[in-house]
């Protein structure tokens, strides 16, 4: 039987704007607006290297930040935050919403990308290179990450949501996840599908989860850290208090300069307009 491999433009699979698919066209005059190249052609960053690799106070910061998430990295995990503290070391981030069983599909696939390009860029530029989930718990929009949709042996995906208990709005990552809402969502697995020699597995892994999770961040991290626990992903999450330290001198540039953004935004958008994007 023989097999073959066709690529595939991304002009066929991709969006139909002109910025998404310009992204991708190393010779687009997109490319002025963006830090790196498209992924057919990454030049190694000096000015940025240079820039990290003098700020080594920011860096541990930005170390203890991410230590102060206490669930136990994997050893992998733990190499590379670790390496992190290396002046030469670089991230590629990625971030998502902490949405209900990790939330939609293409959490994964965004998670497994940065890992991809992470590994691609290491081999390239000769550096360690993290990947990086930042978790946007900070979102408010409950009814955005409540729910998830399962395939059914019935056929078509059926959906399954956490009731709001709450009143008014509150960031996700001040929203316990309680035992009832893992023990709901078992029962509903239960009611779409017979049992299989891998259910119990689910339910175990799940379980784990619940076991080390007090909110709805926890419990997104914890899933995707235990599903990549072989590679060297790390979580971000802004909301903590030392990370909270290390941007305070963004809020305090707004206070000072409240224009400065705004016009510096402006400019950057007329720019994008006269290049027709």
């Not at 590379?80 to 998502?96: H, K, N, R, W």
Request: aromatic share 12%; net charge negative.
């Amino acid at each position: 039987m023989k097999s073959t491999v066709q690529a595939l433009s991304f002009n066929d699979l991709g969006p139909t704007g002109k910025y998404w698919l310009e992204a991708f066209d190393s010779d687009s005059p997109l490319h002025s607006f963006l830090p790196l190249g498209p992924l057919a052609e990454v030049p190694v960053p000096e000015q940025r290297i240079q820039y990290w690799r003098d700020r080594t106070l920011d860096r541990q910061k930005l170390v203890e930040a991410i230590r102060d998430f206490r669930h136990p990295y994997s050893s992998k995990q733990s190499e590379a935050l670790d390496s992190l503290g290396d002046p030469e070391t670089l991230c590629v981030i990625t971030g998502q919403q902490p949405g209900l069983g990790g939330g939609p599909l293409y959490t994964f696939n965004k998670i497994l990308s940065t890992i991809v390009f992470a590994q691609r860029l290491e081999q390239e530029w000769g550096r360690p290179i993290v990947p990086i989930l930042w978790d946007g718990g900070e979102d408010h929009d409950f009814e955005e990450i409540n729910h998830l949709d399962w395939l059914s042996f019935q056929g078509g995906p059926v959906r399954f949501e956490i009731e709001r208990d709450f009143e008014g709005d509150r960031p996700a990552y001040t929203l316990p996840f309680k035992d009832q809402h893992l023990q709901s969502l078992v029962e509903f697995i239960h009611s779409l599908h017979p049992p299989t020699e891998f259910r119990k597995g689910l339910e175990d892994f799940l379980q784990e989860v619940q076991n080390h999770s007090e909110t709805w961040s926890d419990a997104f991290d914890i899933l995707w850290l235990k599903v990549f626990s072989d590679y060297p992903l790390l979580v971000f999450r802004p909301w903590e208090k030392k990370a909270r330290e290390l941007a305070s001198h963004v809020f305090v540039n707004e206070i000072q300069n409240p224009e400065s953004f705004h016009r510096e935004m402006g400019e950057t958008s007329e720019e994008l307009r006269e290049a027709e994007f």
